[in-house]
């Protein structure tokens, strides 16, 4: 297993995805363990498929992916990954201020 630092990961990150290829590799912080980078080829495709969907659902619940783009990261048909957020409970559709007003526009108009 390969080990590197913060400061080593930011000045080549190359070197370690090439390390990460032939084996999971530590990243530390000061002299503790941080992090593991794991190369997600062929050998690792059951973890990928257990993770994509896990990685993109954090980072749609986060507001950093549209609901589509997070879709395309975990792998699964748009329906399925609705359904996929839907047993986290995690929310499609957010209410904003927006969404107030124009229910009190509809509500004025019945």
């Given amino acids: 297993m390969y080990a590197t630092n913060v400061r080593n990961l930011k000045k080549n990150p190359s070197e370690a995805l090439r390390q990460a290829e032939l084996a999971p590799v530590l990243v530390l912080k000061g002299n503790t363990p941080n992090a593991l980078i794991l190369h997600l080829?062929?050998?690792?495709?059951?973890?990928?498929n257990m993770l994509s969907?896990?990685?993109a659902s954090s980072l749609f619940k986060d507001k950093v992916l549209?609901?589509?783009?997070?879709?395309?990261?975990?792998?699964l048909p748009l329906v399925d990954f609705i359904e996929h957020l839907t047993d986290l409970d995690i929310d499609i559709v957010t209410a904003d201020q927006q969404t107030e007003n124009e229910?009190?526009?509809l509500n004025s108009w019945l």
Wanted: proline letters at 4%; hydrophobic letters at 40%; aromatic letters at 0%.
């Fill in 41 to 48: 080829d062929e050998a690792l495709d059951s973890t990928k």
């Fill in 53 to 55: 969907p896990a990685l």
């Fill in 66 to 75: 549209s609901l589509g783009a997070a879709a395309k990261i975990s792998g």
């Fill in 103 to 105: 229910l009190q526009t």
